[in-house]
């Protein structure tokens, strides 16, 4: 599989920004698929994920209630709605799919994007 992240840029505290991650290769609606944000001299954190089979969605504490995973088959593609965004969300955000829903909770999916900067400042 391959997997390319889209739509991080610059956006002010409190503001809004809809990822997309784009899945291209066989089968690929049948994977469970995770975002994932790094920053600077912190470890990667699985911030949400969706199950493949029944749409099962997992958030964090860190974005619970803020952010919003979704997938359309159709289009092969995740999307990830941010809303009231903070400074301390400024990282680099990645899609990452696995057949099995459990490998996100452990970081070991088997496909991962390159990411897409997200920068929180006024």
């Known amino acids: 599989l391959q997997l390319v992240e889209s739509g991080g840029g610059l956006v002010q505290p409190g503001g809004s920004l809809t990822l997309s991650c784009a899945v291209s290769?066989?089968?690929?609606?049948?994977?469970?698929i995770g975002w994932f944000r790094q920053s600077p001299g912190k470890e990667r954190e699985g911030i949400s994920c969706?199950?493949?089979?029944?749409?099962?969605?997992y958030y964090s504490d860190s974005v619970k209630g803020r952010f919003a995973i979704s997938r359309d088959n159709s289009k092969n593609t995740t999307y990830l709605q941010m809303n009231s965004l903070k400074p301390e969300d400024t990282a680099v955000y990645s899609c990452?799919?696995?057949?099995?829903?459990?490998?996100?909770?452990?970081?070991?999916?088997?496909?991962w994007g390159k990411g897409t900067l997200v920068t929180v400042s006024s």
């Open positions: 990452a799919a696995s057949r099995w829903y459990a490998d996100f909770f452990n970081s070991a999916m088997d496909y």
């Open positions: 290769g066989p089968a690929s609606n049948y994977y469970s």
């Open positions: 969706i199950k493949a089979v029944d749409g099962t969605t």
